[in-house]
T-cell receptor, first 115, second 118 residues
Framework: AQSVAQPEDQVNVAEGNPLTVKCTYS??????LFWYVQYPNRGLQFLLK??????LVKGSYGFEAEFNKSQTSFHLKKPSALVSDSALYFC?????????????FGTGTQLKVEL | GAGVSQSPSNKVTEKGKDVELRCDPI?????LYWYRQSLGQGLEFLIY????????KSGLPSDRFSAERTGGSVSTLTIQRTQQEDSAVYLC????????????????FGPGTRLTVL
């Protein structure tokens, strides 16, 4: 079985400061890892994914994430937060091979960026 | 091009009634997924359609839930005899051809249908 943990329900950060949203995973195979963002009353928007190769993945809106196999983590980061980054962030995992491309999501982390 | 669309955007129903939720995937996408987003519980996988293959129904919470995908495009999620615990946002996603190789395609999500069962 595969699972994803987002240990923080909420992360608060001041605008201009770096942000980190944590994600750890558990799979019995090679993980494909994803980050999605959800703005109020909107569907999920894809941010970035890790499939293979370089452990540092760059995505939309200046976000990046680092795959750490030994720590089974895939934390989302951004060097300088913006108020407009305030949203709900979901980490997700899919196992390859198999898994049928269905994603297992974490419970989400609410990011609040304040002036 | 158009993204994934869902209708209705909001649905309020009485306990015991049946409801149908509709999803229009991105044109040409062969895979379609339904998820449920409950408050504080993240997203829960419900069902997955891939082309003409038998759907993966492993996430459906009870036999009151069913889904169809007609003509390989539009999908309808039906909940019979709704219960208050069915209240949630139901999200649909689609992706293009499933790859069993080294790549994995991201899923594109619709805006969801917020279901409230009174």
């Amino acid at each position: 079985a595969q699972s994803v943990a987002q240990p923080e329900d909420q992360v608060n950060v001041a605008e201009g400061n770096p942000l980190t949203v944590k994600c750890t995973y558990s799979v019995s195979g090679n993980p494909y890892l994803f980050w999605y963002v959800q703005y109020p009353n909107r569907g999920l928007q894809f941010l970035l994914k890790y499939i293979t190769g370089d452990n540092l993945v760059k995505g939309s809106y200046g976000f990046e994430a680092e795959f750490n196999k030994s720590q089974t983590s895939f934390h989302l980061k951004k060097p300088s937060a913006l108020v407009s980054d305030s949203a709900l962030y979901f980490c997700a995992v899919r196992v390859q091979p198999g898994g049928g491309n269905k994603l297992t999501f974490g419970t989400g982390t609410q990011l609040k960026v304040e002036l | 091009g158009a993204g994934v669309s869902q209708s209705p955007s909001n649905k309020v129903t009485e306990k015991g009634k049946d409801v149908e939720l509709r999803c229009d995937p991105i044109s040409g996408h062969t895979a379609l997924y339904w998820y449920r987003q409950s408050l504080g519980q993240g997203l829960e996988f419900l069902i997955y359609f891939q082309g003409n293959s038998a759907p993966d129904k492993s996430g459906l919470p009870s036999d009151r839930f069913s889904a169809e995908r007609t003509g390989g495009s539009v999908s309808t999620l039906t909940i019979q005899r709704t219960q208050q615990e069915d209240s949630a946002v139901y999200l649909c996603a689609s992706t293009d051809r499933f790859s069993s190789g080294a790549t994995s395609n991201e899923q594109f999500f619709g805006p969801g249908t917020r279901l409230t069962v009174l």
